[in-house]
């Protein structure tokens, strides 16, 4: 029984070549999943970051269509204005209206008002109505061309067509 007791703790103290083997090839297979798992965290990292990449310019698209949507809508809506404004100018030089304008508010305020007409001269009618639309036609292709920009990759293929016999 002794024999087998320092047997025993022989092995505890010097273990076997065996064991000495076996505890080795499972330290590098740990070792080796361990590379795995690391490689495999790596990975999973740079594709969450080329989809929350692809996630970012999806929503920062969306928000510049909606931003270049609300300035087109404005700016239809300022050309509705001037060309009604100018139908108005053109309108009074037409038919050049008198007007004569009384407001009785209570027993205080009284507003009067009298227009012999309205009469622009020929010349300054054109110029007005043309420079004007000139100004705000041409004003507006600049933004608009400012603002819709080509994307470079179509900018260099219309380049490209252009050198092309």
Excluded at 21 to 37: F, G, H, L, M, P
Aim: aromatic share 10%; glycine share 4%; proline share 4%.
């Amino acid at each position: 029984m002794a024999d087998n007791f320092e047997e025993f703790l022989s092995r505890l103290i010097d273990p076997s070549p065996e064991i000495e083997e076996s505890s080795s090839d499972t330290e590098s297979e740990d070792a080796r999943n361990a590379v795995k798992e690391e490689e495999q965290l790596e990975r999973d990292k740079r594709e969450y970051y080329k989809n929350l990449k692809k996630e970012a310019k999806i929503a920062a698209s969306r928000q510049e269509m909606a931003i270049k949507q609300r300035f087109s809508d404005q700016i239809i809506l300022y050309l509705w204005f001037f060309s009604a404004a100018c139908l108005v100018i053109i309108f009074l030089q037409g038919f050049s209206p008198k007007l004569d304008l009384h407001l009785n508010i209570g027993s205080s305020f009284h507003f009067k008002q009298h227009l012999d007409g309205f009469h622009i001269n020929n010349t300054s009618l054109t110029t007005l109505i043309g420079s004007t639309a000139a100004s705000a036609l041409g004003l507006v292709a600049i933004i608009l061309r400012g603002l819709f920009k080509p994307k470079p990759e179509k900018k260099a293929e219309k380049e490209a067509a252009k050198q092309r016999p």
